[in-house]
C-alpha cells in the first residue's frame, strides 16, 4: 500500500507539471491547436482518479467507473449512426451487455468474458432488430452496434480484467498501460504539429503523419524500458517489447476511430468537431491497446 500511494503522488506530481506546462505552451503559442493534447490530459487526471481508488479503496470502484466510463462511450458512438426507430430495441440490448460483460470481470468467469459480445452477443443481437420490424437496413444497424460493442465495452472492459486477473499488480499494469498509451498520442501529436510532413490520412485525421508515428513508437518504447520495473512485474525484454505493442496498436486504434468517425458522419462537420473532445477522443487508442497488451502478457506470463 505504501508503495502505490507513493507511486500515485509521484504520478499526481508529473502530471501537474505537465498540466501546468500544457497551459503555459498554450498561452506563448496560440497558434498552435493543443486541443487534443488538452482532452488526453483530462483522460489522465480521470484514469489516475480510477487507479487511486482501486488501489487505496476497492478494486469494484474502479470496475464500476470503467464501466460508466464504456456506457458513454457506447452512447457517443450511437450518437453518431443514423437511425431508424426501429433500431431503439437493438440498442437497448447492447446497453444491457454492459452489465453482463462487467459481472464476468467481478466473479472471474474468464472464459464468458472472452467470449461474450464476440460470439453470444453477436449470435442473438439480431433478434430484437429481426422480430416485425422488416429488413430494412438491417445488415447496416446490426454491423454498426456490434463494432461499438466490440470496441467501446469488449475491448476497453479488458482495463478493469487486470485488477482481477492479478490483484497484485494489476493497477500498475493499467496504470502503466495508460500512461504509454496516451503519452504515444501526445508525441505523436507534436511531433505532427512541428515537423510532420507526410500525412496518413489526411481525410479523417490531419494530425497523423509518418513522423509522428515514428517520433512516438521510440518515444514509447523508452519510456516504456524506463517506467516497467516500477509499475509492472516484467522482465527487461519486455519492457521494450510493451512500449512497441502499445505504440504500434494504439496508432491503430486512433487511425481506426478517426475514419470511423469521418465515415459516420459525412456532411456533419460540426458534430464532428464536437466529438473531437468527447469521451471516444479519448479512449480511441486505448480500444485496441487494452486487449492487445492484456493477451500478450496473459500468455507470457504465470501472474495472469
Known amino acids: 500500500m505504501n508503495s502505490s500511494l507513493w507511486t500515485i503522488l509521484l504520478i499526481f506530481a508529473a502530471l501537474s507539471v505537465i498540466h501546468l506546462m500544457y497551459l503555459l505552451m498554450g498561452?506563448?503559442?496560440?497558434?498552435?491547436?493543443?486541443?487534443?493534447?488538452?482532452?488526453?490530459?483530462?483522460?489522465?487526471?480521470?484514469?489516475l482518479v480510477i487507479f487511486g481508488l482501486a488501489t487505496l479503496f476497492n478494486p469494484l470502484v474502479s470496475l464500476l467507473s470503467l464501466m460508466v466510463l464504456t456506457?458513454?462511450?457506447?452512447?457517443?458512438y450511437f450518437s453518431m449512426i443514423k437511425t431508424r426507430k426501429a433500431d431503439r430495441r437493438l440498442f437497448l440490448w447492447?446497453?444491457?451487455?454492459?452489465?453482463?460483460?462487467?459481472?464476468?470481470?467481478?466473479?472471474?468467469?474468464?472464459?464468458?468474458?472472452i467470449v461474450f459480445i464476440p460470439?453470444?452477443?453477436?449470435?442473438?443481437?439480431?433478434?430484437?432488430?429481426?422480430i416485425n420490424k422488416g429488413t430494412v437496413g438491417f445488415l447496416h444497424s446490426v454491423s454498426s452496434t456490434q463494432w461499438g460493442l466490440m470496441l467501446m465495452?469488449?475491448?476497453?472492459?479488458?482495463?478493469?480484467?487486470?485488477?482481477?486477473?492479478?490483484p497484485e499488480y494489476g493497477g500498475?499494469?493499467?496504470?502503466?498501460?495508460?500512461?504509454?498509451?496516451?503519452?504515444?498520442?501526445?508525441?505523436?501529436?507534436?511531433?505532427?504539429?512541428?515537423?510532420?510532413?507526410r500525412k496518413l490520412v489526411p481525410t479523417a485525421n490531419p494530425y497523423l503523419t509518418w513522423e509522428g508515428f515514428a517520433c512516438a513508437f521510440v518515444a514509447t518504447t523508452a519510456v516504456s524500458h524506463l517506467i516497467y520495473p516500477y509499475l509492472t512485474p516484467l522482465t527487461p525484454?519486455?519492457?521494450?517489447?510493451?512500449?512497441?505493442?502499445i505504440s504500434l496498436s494504439g496508432f491503430f486504434g486512433s487511425l481506426t476511430i478517426s475514419v470511423l468517425k469521418r465515415d459516420l458522419l459525412i456532411g456533419d462537420d460540426d458534430k464532428f468537431d464536437a466529438l473531437k473532445r468527447s469521451y471516444i477522443s479519448r479512449v480511441d487508442s486505448l480500444t485496441y491497446t487494452s486487449p492487445v497488451f492484456f493477451h500478450v502478457i496473459r500468455y507470457f506470463f504465470d501472474f495472469m
Open 172 to 197: 500498475g499494469l493499467v496504470l502503466f498501460l495508460v500512461v504509454l498509451t496516451q503519452l504515444n498520442d501526445v508525441v505523436h501529436h507534436l511531433a505532427s504539429i512541428y515537423f510532420g510532413k
Open 27 to 47: 498561452r506563448i503559442q496560440p497558434d498552435k491547436d493543443y486541443k487534443a493534447i488538452g482532452v488526453r490530459i483530462k483522460t489522465w487526471w480521470g484514469m
Open 153 to 166: 465495452v469488449f475491448g476497453l472492459s479488458h482495463l478493469a480484467y487486470f485488477q482481477f486477473a492479478t
Open 119 to 130: 460470439i453470444y452477443v453477436f449470435l442473438f443481437l439480431p433478434m430484437p432488430r429481426l
Open 237 to 245: 525484454t519486455f519492457g521494450y517489447v510493451s512500449g512497441m505493442l
Open 71 to 76: 456506457f458513454f462511450a457506447l452512447k457517443e
Open 94 to 113: 447492447a446497453y444491457l451487455s454492459i452489465p453482463a460483460q462487467f459481472y464476468w470481470i467481478y466473479i472471474g468467469w474468464y472464459g464468458m468474458f
